[in-house]
């Protein structure tokens, strides 16, 4: 683990807290102290191993007020997306590891249950929290045990998260429900990109209105809620209360006692407002919190996303430590493409799920506003949405990250599929991503598209291939249609002039030869490559075929392949149940195993691989070039014949 022990902040009253409990005996300012250093903490860290930044300096306060006023992890503090709880980490037993975040064995990127009882619940995917604080509270009521003990149910959740669907549909149910619970809404004015939508707008109303005056009016409100010293008038109380929206709120209509907006930064606001909620809430509260993304970190601040996410930098100038791209990414070959088709062809469109730099429809955006959707945290929507636009005559290309496409997975069967409309799906972060974990691993998709009738489902071998299937999917209109393509950056290929629209279902042979075939589906096709570069030189020189299609398949070629080959091995980037599975449901249909073809399929393990880098990840799915060839003389007995004769 890399340990940089020089130009550590120092942090003496820091360094005295091992746990949320130490921080029960110290006094307000203190507490401050301590926000202070933790902030530093939090920067210093992530400078040696990059990640998100921004979301984490702009809880400090909140991260400590939480953790003195409550009691975790008897009180489960759960963390919406939880890209914000290194802070938590720091306090919560982890500061020792925290200079391995997202690293290879070191500490997950997010709150992770297996990692510590102060993680109750894991997240990564938003908008999840009030969902599981209020299955906390009511587990809790209900007489659950479990060994720390069951409290109060908080979930702290961010403005960008609170306008997704689950959250109100959490929010709906809890206040029917009316059980003491905390929603903690952190209100930064950003999501990744600024927020989009009636919430954000909505939001900001809600504090850029005049000032409340009147106590009088707010006595039947959250009011009620504040200890007596505030009724009475103190000057601290009133000051705080002018500020405030109190009655008639969103959430206050779906049965929540609002009370807000406090600055978030201000702990000499966010202490008292807590202490006051833990001792006399019965019902739901929310507790609308204004922070800054990147608070406390000039070049955070300063940044456009607000350090939401960061490579390892230098604290000093914040400079970020990128190692020089050789080839282009695959996300920005999609976006740049799209625009090259959009600039021929008005009726293409784009709806990306408050991703819009990640998916590379920033471009786009910017070309083409009034055709290109940020639709806020809403996959739901966002695919409902595209089937419609395309029900009414338009292309649109729906770019969402793998992972977060299965959230829209019914929307994708039912309003897309079933109805055969033209929806193209631009799946990005296909397979392994690196250092965010099993949570964003794109695994899943092949699986879940190619078995659904209709959808065509393609995977880019690399960035020159992506162009062609970009072209291929804004001339489909027949039907759904699906290309996946990993994170990172291309292989370094030549680029072709003009984009080539694919015949649907036909793949392309890359080298024949005989004995074994090899036939990918994606970017392994590299490591493939690299695979017949070993065998060759031990005698093998094995066929390699791109399949482009996981549906439909090529049958003619795969039956040719499986016909004229002694074994014949599928490797593609996902889990079982996917590619390899249609091409052995095929050759089992086909009754090619009756006539003795040796087939195997390497897929992901079953298992959610940790955090790695995407070479190490791949390296424990048993799926580099080293192990492919491994394969290859597996199934070819070449190793067995070797192990015989020494
Ligand atoms: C379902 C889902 N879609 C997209 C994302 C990607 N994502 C991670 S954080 C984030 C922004 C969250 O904004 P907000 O809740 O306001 O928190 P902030 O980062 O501003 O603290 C997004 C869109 C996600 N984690 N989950």
Known sequence: MPEQTTNRPKTPLLDQINRPADLKSLSDSQLAQVANELRSETISAVSTTGGHLGAGLGVVE???????????PRDKLVWDVSHQCYPHKILTERRDRIRSLRMKDGLSGFTKRSESPYDPFGAAHSSTSISAALGFSVARDLGGVVPEGLGDGIAVIGDGSMSAGMAFEAMNNAGHLGKRLFVILNDNEMSI?????????????????????????????AVSLLPEPFREGAKR?????????????????????????????????????????KTRATGPVLIHVLTKK???????????????ATAKFDVVTGEQKKTPSNAPSYTGVFGDELVKLA???????????????????????????????????????????????AAGGMK?????YSTFLQRGYDQVVHDVAIQRLPVRFAIDRAGLVGADGATHAGSFDVGFMANLPGMVVMAAADEAELVHMVATAAAHNDGPIA??????????????????????????????????????FGTRLGEVRKAAEALSAKGITPTIADARFAKPLDREMILDLATNHEALITIEEGAVGGFGSHVAQLLADEGVFDRGLKYRSMVLPDTFIDQASPADMYKVAGMDAAQIEAKVLDVLGVATIGEKRA
């Open 62 to 72: 909140l991260t400590v007020a939480l953790h003195a006023v409550f009691d975790t």
């Open 193 to 221: 990109a600024p927020p989009v939508g009636a919430l954000s707008s909505y939001l900001s109303r809600l504090y850029a209105e005049e000032p409340f005056q009147e106590l009088k009016a707010a006595a039947k409100g």
């Open 237 to 277: 109380a009133k000051d705080m209360l002018k500020g405030m929206t109190v009655g008639g709120t969103l959430f206050e209509s779906l049965g929540f006692s609002y009370i807000g907006p406090i600055d978030g930064h201000d702990l000499s606001q966010l202490l008292p407002v807590l202490r006051t909620v």
């Open 294 to 308: 990147g608070k406390g970190y000039a070049p955070a601040e300063a940044a456009r996303d607000k350090g939401h």
């Open 343 to 389: 600039a021929k062809d008005d009726k293409i469109c784009a709806v990306t799920a408050a991703m819009p730099d990640g998916t590379g429809l920033n471009l786009f955006a910017e070309r083409y506003p009034s055709r290109c959707f940020d639709v806020g945290i809403a996959e739901q929507h966002g695919v409902t949405f595209s089937a419609a636009l």
């Open 396 to 400: 649109p290309f729906c770019a969402m």
């Open 483 to 520: 290309f996946r393509y990993p994170r990172g950056e291309g292989e370094g290929v030549e680029m072709p002039d003009e984009p080539q629209v694919l015949e649907i279902g036909k793949g392309r042979t890359i080298q024949s030869g005989s004995r074994v075939a090899l036939l990918s």
